[in-house]
């Protein structure tokens, strides 16, 4: 049976060649051309999978997400970027998203992305028929030693109180691996042959979450069409893994703090008490000390679950571990994509070691799982990393060749051209022009118009003088 996919994008010619490809290689595709229309549509019928540019005219892509959501939530949801918004898309990431795809959009790119989430929803839902569970790096918890010493005090943490039964709040930026770190607690536990079960509480809405922490019996509620279980349930003698804590309604944390306390629960709607013994770890990317002072979480919740504290560094402050990360997922990628790929160039190692990685190390794998898809060759080089690495970089001290996307044309410009060993005046006032140019490219987040305006040229003598270094 075909997939049904929604398309949900302002830009005509776009939604013409996604959606002819697409049909091509066998998909249910329609098309709409705002939000609200989009959101209209997805409600009137059942698409599997809804593909949303963020920016849209009338509403953005995170709020398509969220209606999306609360409607459907077991709909796969990929949000189309641009390649400088790498924060926009940790943030839908961290919403309920399943990933992102930045502009252009690579045709077999796209592919590779709808079969990974198909592939791994289905897998998720034959283990425990749980629509919220993290997607990202949870096939990386085969886990990595690194090098760095902040690396070596996260492991030296987790080895000390994973043969306890304590409580835990992981803290850390999106991306650093928090279910991964909950999943090797687990493992290392005397819990470690029973269920660890995952849940995202940051794509709950208010009136889903009591059902799907508790369950719910039949006729609980419209819709409740049989009996369910909740996450506690499935996690009864294992470990149950919160994710977002902080995004829970004080009236579900409230109702967790009287689960926790009297370790018993009963379903929505339900009678019947059931027993409760399971090990807690939940996670936030901020801090739920200064949560409950502003009044946005319960302290007495915040002190049962804050029996331990470990905080998870960003990817940038473990440099000593960036090569063997690269290696590793590498690795993995190359085994999924039966390719045979023996490394990167020092160029890449080099903006990898230098890139600041806001998305930590789902986004790290994504880069590493993009470019093995795009290398016909033995090694990975500079061209086939995303435009923010590369334009990163350059804007330091730019040594190797690479090329960014033209957004507009979808063509490959190679803007960085490099520097002769005779320079002339000539030479000099391009450098100078060129570093100007980049500079104000930046501060406009590698908007072309509106560098433009400030440099007080048109658009197409910006794009000629672009062009320019190629030669």
Known sequence: MKKKILIIDDDLDMCALLSGFLMRNSYDVEVSYSAIQGIAKFKQSNFDIVICDFRLGDKDGKDVLLEIKAHNPNTIVLIITGYSDIKIAVEVIKLGAFDYITKPLIPDEVLNVLKNALLRYNVAERQSNNPFK???????????????ESTKELYR??????????SIILYGESGTGKEVIAKKIHD??????????????????????GSELFGH???AFTGAQSDKEGH??????????????????????????????????????????????????????????DAYRKGKFREDLYHRFNEFCIHLPPLRQ???????????FLKKTCAELNKEIKGFSPDVLEMFANYTWPGNLR???NVIRRSVLLCNDEVITANL???????????????????????NKHAELSIFAPVKKDVYLKDTAAKAEYEEIMRVLKEVNFNKTKAAIILNVDRKTLYNKIKNYEN
């Open 157 to 166: 943490q987790v080895e000390i109180v994973a043969t306890t039964d304590y």
């Open 232 to 289: 506690f349930e499935m996690a009864n003698d294992g470990t149950l893994f919160l994710d977002e804590v902080g995004n829970l309604s004080y009236e579900i944390q409230a109702s967790l703090l009287r689960v926790i306390q009297e370790r018993k629960f009963k379903r929505v709607g339900g009678t019947k008490e059931m027993s409760l013994n399971i090990r807690i770890i939940v996670a936030s990317n901020e801090n739920l000390q």
């Open 134 to 148: 993290s997607s990202h790096l949870k096939d990386d918890s085969s886990f990595l030693t690194g090098r760095a």
């Open 217 to 219: 019996v039949k006729g």
């Open 318 to 328: 473990r440099k000593e571990d960036i090569p063997l990360f690269a290696g590793f």
């Open 363 to 365: 986004e790290y794998r």
């Open 385 to 407: 990393l995303p435009a923010e690495i590369i334009l990163q970089f350059a804007n330091k001290e730019y040594k190797g060749d690479g090329s960014v996307y033209n957004e």
């Open 188 to 209: 290392l536990s005397g819990r470690r042959d029973k269920p660890f079960i995952a849940m995202d509480c940051g794509t709950l809405s208010k009136e889903l979450a």
